[in-house]
């Protein structure tokens, strides 16, 4: 049973801690759908092995794709799509972090199982779980649960406070109001009797509320004291022994729960004392109770508030190394280590504003500790707000390192008190805010830490975490080892089982604690409460052995994780087990018998003893010399087990060991642990490595290779074997002479085929090899590859194919919809281009052949797959040949015929991909070697202007000191050797500044250009390449070289005032000038170098940037090309504005005016991998001003209106100031998302007819027109972007017919943005495939856009049942139709349904209708007349895989009681009518129109209307009539029924 398995039949309280190890670092989703291939994959490596990891994590996502493709529910594979998504992003940097996640989550798991199986718990674990026992929870989710209502009760009784005030109020002023003479009427008196008794009852009110304000706030107070904070002192110990191995960490949701709820009563009291207070000074009275009681109260909530806050500030994660992530609070100097603080309060209100800083050792007394430590890199940063955890406000720290202080004196304090491990620190946290006037304090530190400075010390530091966390809970005893505590056997034994289960997966029983205790403490290991020092433990020798007992244990459990991890899971290792034990366990046990123990005489080394017997009946053990991590790194330990032999008297017997302690047959044990098969026949004699050992009675060394060189090993030989793609075991050779052995000599491709091409037969040999593993080897595609070419591999066709972008590949996958598998081509499509399909398609014996060879290939992976139990890893290589057989039995020729013609076709898309592409596209740049040539020359020459600076440094020292000493001779000498390099120096300066002055006219007015055209393309669809990283790196290149010329000249200058003041040599003025220009090119290089890298685009609208919605957040980029974060970093202050300097807001009457809202400025920040300075505005939003006239829109309408946001920078830098700006693209703002298509209308439009970069926000004054041949690109864009598809030749040959009606193909933008515009149904098509259509779509199922005439015309000439997916003229918001072919007395019916709406494919997608579908006859029959996809493709063959898995496998369900139910789709075919008099061939359906559509369904099916068939009739809109298009069709004689 996989290990997924057993922990989902956990019970709940285990599966809690598994629920908290998955988060969105490492979705459950992917753990559940790729459970057996996660955990067959060795992610320890990994974690370790950046190559290894890259390539785990492409098969992570390659299997993801698998699993999507496979799923049939469209929710989970839109979910799996976008979870993949996110660990691309996540991960595509870092492989190896996502390998070190995986694998802690996996090794958490085995603990996990583990623990469950233990038969007892230890006491610290019985201690844990009855803390956190289901009725504490309850009773504290109870009280919580009662004061809010409480508080919510006060709330009420405040508002009734404030009504009965306003009353009286009321009242009061009334009465105050009235003349003199009428206060002493009757009225009067009673209107003031009335009074006093509403001030009566609004004291009473007061001082009742008071009353019950002053118990909640005491109930608060208990709750806190006795409840609260003890859960979270409870949860703060968990997470101590969860470091340590212990059971996992419960997670602090219901903790955060609690605090929050507490929080928001004592905030909710707040405003109720202010609200009070307002009260108050409305009116007062005599004592009146609030002005006594409100003050006292007020502290006293603020007090808790205070507390409360200050105290939920926790350490949600202790400082770890990522590379050892089962060892917190082990801190490596220059090592990055993480770590997470948590604020269990969600204050939303203080979102953004609050900044975490971390501080070493904070206020640690001197003289503690000898080394003093300081944090190396940013220890600052501002909390945010975690969707995934319920919105709470944390800070994750992942890049914090140490750095040791120097120290002057060279001393480092006190050395000797303590050893390095024994030293603890502690990590600081501080934070301070203020919420609703309340200004708090935050601080917390981290656990006590070890800080090692090498990896030896890593053993020593984690005892020393595991003793402290052992043994207190104290958080900040950093004197612990001053004088540590003793631990019981009990407690100490329980944590040494945790490392072995934390690690290994698997923990300690009885019998091993037990042995370990013998080891520990002698005669006194049976009593359980016998305390074992902290030097015993981990710094005294055990007696007789070079190492203490902690670094033997240690050596075992890293000797477990890297060589032994599948056979201690698999209880296979008794481990530790005494001598005496070993043989009095063996001694009765058949001969053969072993078992497996750890050395005690070694570090880290584990050896098998077995039995034998003597003739005499003698019983005799044998142990062979332990195998140590140097050995086990050579051999794994199970084929040590398996290969295991002895050698006595030069004889080599059978392997010694049979049965597994107490008698399991080795094999059995061990064999799915080998990690490779027996040896079968092969054609060569294999070697292999076999571990030996010499009885002492002979001296018998092992036969000596006499290969010249060194054998190859099991692994290395099916390694070449895989990289041949051929299955050797299945190559027979009958030979008794040649015995090649295969060598190590070279993996590469090309010389494992010479080798086995010199293998194949000659003449005058007596080889001889079988004909079809002949036929199999010389048809091998690499063999085939390899010597038609000897000298180099050349790429294939499909391979280039693979290389194009995203257009032209879907133009390749259009070739074979419907005509060739594409799987097939892909797998095979070596094979397939060797081969001559040109002949074969006029040769039919040559076709049989060449498929045949297709066929063998293909069975022989299959096989392959099945021998190395990489079945579902690998390609459905079964399904491939059997889809290869259905496609022949139309003729081999025929399948030969349609491969030549899409390989030809392919050719003409390889050529075609080099030519200009329409559209205006901006020209294609040059080769970017020829650009990368360029820049690495002027690099070359300035790192030789660097080296030629060095001499004439020398030459000014000299000419200083002759002239000093008045050696007029050499002064001259030093001179003209001065004169005469700085001369050749400042002509290299100035070659190079003019290749310097090329290549920024290069970058600034062609490269960057071309980018941003490039980047307005892909913006509506285009497939063009737009990363900026190459030009990042051109523009990088050059500034650091111009930085490096200016630091140069200002070298020389410096020099040349020195030597020649007057200057005499003439150099001054040309430095001067040299400068200057090269300032110059600094300053355009620099105030081009900003650019907006993803242009604004809202979450709702990825596919749509450009458009912005009022009042609806946006993000947008920008980034400096420059990377020189050194110069740059916190210089870059970038600020955006709406529309700043735009002309058209003061020219043009009612353009509308915004202001940004959201992030007003960011700084450029180092975020990229690269070290990219990048400034990302995340959460902008736009608001519309009242600046404009209103009723004013002369300018039309508001989406032919372009804005634009403009980014500025100021920058200081060497005394110059540069101000430095670059604007987006221009923008369309809607206030609606009925504008969202009219709005994508204007943006492809400017965005294609825009020629140059200048930003006309003026465009649609006079918008120019279009070509077809550029509009029709531009709307295959569209398809391809949302469907993965885009349009062929036939399609967009459909669509010109709808927007062209010019001679010239000119499309006018007044015709294409009309609201009847074809746009508008093409936009509610995208919106279809987008939500509804998208799998059939991009696999080529739906034929979309195609005329009824061309409809009928396609149909017509095919067998009845095939039938075709269009679009819907006729519905503008898109829908879909299907038509189908009926041949009846020689004439060809064609028969379309009614659309199917968003509304239709919302109940039912598309595929279960077509495959539910039904049409009913005269005779009442019903059958479903949908039997092929045109051309001729079987209808569940194309949707299959499409179908709804639940009601497919209702619909297998035998043997129920009930009746199979699922949604019908169904048609009624009237009789046909008579021909009409007319020219035309085809028959007209007569459907009846005068009849009601509800008496011709109980006319037809009569039959059944009486009986109890099980179908619910609602009314006449059940039915369908004809619509708009159904008439049209009838028009052109077309048959057409209602769904």
Not at 830 to 839: A, L
Not at 1240 to 1264: C, D, G, K, Y
Request: charged share 25%; hydrophobic share 35%; net charge negative.
């Amino acid at each position: 049973m996989s290990q997924w398995k057993q922990i989902q039949q956990l019970e709940y309280r285990l599966l809690e801690h598994v629920d908290y190890l998955y988060d969105d670092n490492f979705p459950m989703d992917i753990r559940q759908c790729l459970a057996s291939w996660i955990e067959s994959q060795d992610w320890d490596t990994a974690a370790n092995d950046d190559s290894m990891a890259t390539v785990m994590f492409a098969n992570l996502l390659s299997q993801l794709d698998r699993v999507r493709s496979q799923e049939q529910n469209f929710l989970q594979r839109h979910n799996m799509k976008m979870i993949q998504q996110q660990l691309q992003v996540k991960y595509a940097t870092s492989p190896a972090a996502m390998a070190r996640v995986i694998s802690c989550c996996l090794r958490e798991e085995r603990r996990i199982l583990s623990s469950a199986c233990m038969q007892e718990q230890g006491p610290l674990e019985k201690s844990l779980q009855n803390s956190v026992a289901s009725e504490r929870q309850k009773s504290m989710d109870g009280r919580v649960g009662i004061l809010r209502g409480s508080v919510q009760v006060l709330d009420q009784a405040v508002k009734y406070i404030e009504d009965l005030q306003e009353d009286f109020d009321f009242r009061y002023k009334t009465l105050q109001s009235r003349d003199l003479m009428d206060r002493n009427s009757e009225v009067m008196k009673h209107e003031v009797i009335r009074l006093q008794e509403m001030l009566n009852s609004l004291d009473f009110k007061r001082k009742e509320v008071l009353s019950k304000m002053d118990v909640v706030i005491k109930e608060i107070d208990d709750l806190m004291t006795s409840q609260l904070n003890p859960e979270l002192q409870d949860w703060k110990r968990r997470q101590q022994i969860a470091a340590i191995g212990g059971p996992l960490l419960t997670s602090l949701d219901q903790l955060q729960s609690w605090f929050t709820l507490t929080a928001q009563s004592l905030f909710q009291m707040k405003r109720q004392l202010d609200k009070l207070g307002e009260l108050v000074v409305k009116v007062t009275y005599e004592c009146d109770p609030i002005p006594l009681q409100k003050p006292q109260m007020e502290e006293r909530v603020k007090y808790l508030l205070y507390h409360l806050i200050k105290s939920s500030f926790v350490v949600e994660k202790q400082p770890c190394m990522p590379t050892h992530p089962q060892k917190p609070l082990i801190i490596k100097t220059g090592v990055q280590f993480t770590t997470k603080v948590r604020l269990l309060v969600k204050l939303p209100e203080v979102d953004y504003q609050l900044k975490v800083k971390t501080t070493f050792d904070k206020d640690l007394p001197p003289g503690r500790v000898s080394r003093q430590f300081f944090i190396l890199t940013n220890n600052t940063k501002v909390m945010d707000i975690e969707d995934y955890s319920n919105g709470c406000l944390s800070v994750e720290f992942r890049h914090l390192q140490l750095k040791e202080k120097k120290y002057i004196n060279g001393t480092k304090g006190n050395e000797g008190l303590l050893s390095v491990t024994e030293e603890l620190h502690s990590l600081s946290f501080e934070a301070c805010f203020t919420v609703q006037g309340l200004t708090i304090d935050l601080e917390t530190c981290s656990l006590p830490l070890v800080v090692i400075s090498n990896v030896s010390q890593l053993p020593g530091g984690w005892a020393s975490v595991m003793w402290y966390n052992l043994l207190t809970d104290e958080p900040r005893n950093l004197a612990f080892f001053g004088n540590p505590p003793r631990a019981t056997w009990s407690q100490l034994s329980e944590v040494l089982s945790w490392q072995f289960s934390s690690l290994a997966g698997q923990g300690l029983n009885k019998e091993q604690l037990s042995m370990l205790g013998e080891k520990l403490l002698g005669q006194h290991a049976s009593c359980s409460d016998f305390q074992v020092s902290w030097s015993k433990f981990s710094k005294e020798n055990i007696p007789g052995k070079p190492f203490s007992f902690w670094m033997w244990l240690d050596s075992i459990l890293e000797l477990i994780k890297k060589h032994l991890l599948p056979v201690w899971n698999e209880s296979y290792i008794m481990g530790f087990v005494s001598k005496e034990m070993e043989r009095a366990l063996l001694k009765d046990r058949q001969p053969g018998t072993f078992l497996l123990r750890f050395s005690e005489s070694h570090l880290g080394g584990i050896t098998f003893t077995w039995v034998e017997r003597k003739d005499n009946g003698e019983v005799k053990f044998n142990s062979v010399e332990p195998y140590t991590k140097s050995r086990l790194n050579a051999l794994p330990f199970a084929d040590i087990i398996r290969d295991y032999k002895v050698i006595s008297d030069g004889v080599v017997p059978e392997n010694p060991l049979k049965f597994l302690f107490p008698d399991i047959p080795k094999d059995d044990a061990f064999g799915r642990l080998y990690n490779s098969a027996p040896n079968k026949v092969q054609p060569y004699i294999p070697s292999m490595l076999i571990p030996i050992s010499v009885r002492s009675n002979g001296s018998i060394s092992p036969p000596t290779c006499q290969s010249p060189e060194p054998p190859m090993t099991p692994g290395e030989f099916n390694m070449l074997s895989q990289d041949l793609c051929l299955d050797l075991d299945s190559v027979s050779v009958l030979t008794a002479s040649y015995e090649p052995t295969p060598t190590r000599a070279v993996f590469r491709l090309k010389f494992g085929f010479d080798r086995l091409h010199n293998a194949l037969p000659r003449a005058g040999t007596s080889r001889h090899w079988e004909p079809d593993t002949l036929h199999l080897i010389i048809h091998s595609p690499l063999y085939i590859v390899t010597h038609q070419d000897s000298h180099q591999l050349q790429m294939s066709q499909w391979l280039q194919v693979l290389q194009l972008d995203w257009g032209l590949q879907s133009q390749v996958s259009s070739l074979y919809e419907g005509r060739f598998p594409r799987e097939i081509r892909h797998c095979l499509h070596d094979v397939i281009e060797s081969k001559d399909w040109v002949s074969a398609a006029q040769d039919e014996s040559q076709a049989s052949l060449c498929f045949q060879v297709l066929l063998v290939y293909l069975e022989e992976q299959w096989k392959r797959s099945v021998e190395e139990s990489k079945l579902l890893q690998r390609p459905d290589f079964l399904g491939m040949r059997d889809c290869l057989l259905r496609h022949l039995q139309d003729g081999p020729c025929n399948l030969a015929l349609t491969l030549s013609e899409c390989l030809a076709e392919e050719k003409k898309v390889l050529e075609s991909a080099s030519k200009p592409q329409a559209c205006q596209r901006p020209a294609a740049e040059q080769p970017l070697n020829v650009m990368d040539n360029k820049v690495n020359d002027l690099t070359s020459h300035t790192s030789t202007i660097k080296e030629k600076t060095r001499p004439l440094e020398d030459l000014c020292e000299k000419l200083n000191y002759s002239a000093c000493k008045g050696e007029i001779k050499k002064f001259q000498e030093y001179t003209n050797s001065f004169t005469g390099t700085t001369q050749a120096l400042l002509q290299q300066i100035e070659n190079t500044l003019n290749l310097a002055g090329n290549l920024v006219a290069e970058l600034t007015d062609v490269e960057l250009p071309q980018w941003k055209a490039r980047q307005r393309l892909a913006c509506i669809g285009c497939p063009v390449n737009w990363s900026v990283a190459h030009l990042e790196k051109w523009f990088t290149a050059v500034a650091e070289s111009l930085k490096s010329v200016q630091e140069t000249l200002q070298k020389l200058q410096d020099q040349n005032r020195k030597i020649d003041k007057k200057d005499s040599l003439g150099f001054t003025g040309r430095l001067v000038e040299m400068e200057k220009f090269t300032l110059l090119l600094w300053t355009k290089l620099i105030s081009k170098a900003l650019v907006v890298e993803k242009q604004p685009t809202t979450s709702s609208l990825l596919q749509r940037p450009q458009i912005l919605k009022t009042k609806v957040k946006f993000s947008v980029s920008v980034r400096f090309l420059v990377n020189l974060p050194q110069h740059f970093k916190f210089l870059l202050k970038v600020k955006p504005s709406f529309d700043k300097d735009v002309q058209e807001a003061t020219t043009v009457k009612g353009f509308r005016r915004f202001e940004l809202g959201g992030d007003n400025s960011k700084m450029l920040e180092d975020r990229t991998q690269g070290g990219g300075l990048v400034a990302e505005f995340s959460h902008m939003i736009l608001k519309e001003t009242k600046g404009r006239v209103k009723g004013s829109s002369e300018n039309g309408r508001i989406v032919e209106e372009l804005h634009i946001i403009k980014f500025e920078c100021d920058l200081q830098h060497n005394g110059v100031g540069y101000t430095i700006e670059t604007s987006t693209l221009p923008l369309v703002v809607v206030s609606s998302s009925s504008q969202v298509a009219e709005a994508w209308a204007s943006i492809m439009w400017s965005n294609v007819a825009s020629e140059s970069e200048a930003q006309n926000l003026s465009f649609f004054e006079t918008p120019p027109a279009l070509t077809w041949t550029q509009l029709s690109e531009v709307l295959s864009w569209q398809f391809l972007s949302v469907g993965e598809r885009g349009l062929n030749e036939s399609q967009l040959a459909e669509l010109k017919e709808k927007f062209v009606d010019d001679p010239a193909d000119f499309v006018q933008w007044s015709k294409f943005s009309l609201k009847d515009s074809a746009w508008f149904w093409i936009d509610g098509i995208l919106d279809l495939i987008k939500k509804y259509l998208l799998d059939l779509w991009r696999d080529g199922l739906v034929m979309g856009f195609v005329s009824k005439k061309k409809t009928r015309a396609l149909l017509k000439r095919h067998q009845s049942g095939n039938f075709l997916l269009r679009f819907s003229e006729s519905i503008k918001e898109g829908a879909i139709t299907f038509s189908w072919v009926e041949h009846t007395d020689g004439s060809a019916n064609i028969i379309s349904v009614e659309p199917f709406t968003k509304e239709d494919l919302e109940k039912q997608c598309l595929p279960d209708s077509l495959h539910h579908f039904s049409q009913w006859n005269q005779s009442s029959v019903s059958k479903n007349p949908l039997l092929y996809l045109y051309p001729d493709i079987p209808k569940d063959e194309a949707f299959g895989r499409y179908y709804n898995s639940s009601e497919l496998q209702a619909s297998k369900m035998t043997g129920t009681d009930y009746l199979k139910r699922y949604n019908l789709s169904f048609c009624v075919t009237p009789p046909p009518s008579p021909p009409r008099a007319s020219p035309v061939d085809e028959m007209l359906m007569d459907i009846g129109l005068d009849l009601e559509p509800n008496q011709l369904f109980r006319d037809l099916m009569s039959d059944l209307w009486e009986s109890s068939w099980p179908l619910n009739l609602c009314d006449d809109s059940s039915f369908a009539t004809l619509n708009q298009e159904e008439k049209l069709m009838s028009e052109e004689n077309s048959n057409l029924c209602g769904t």
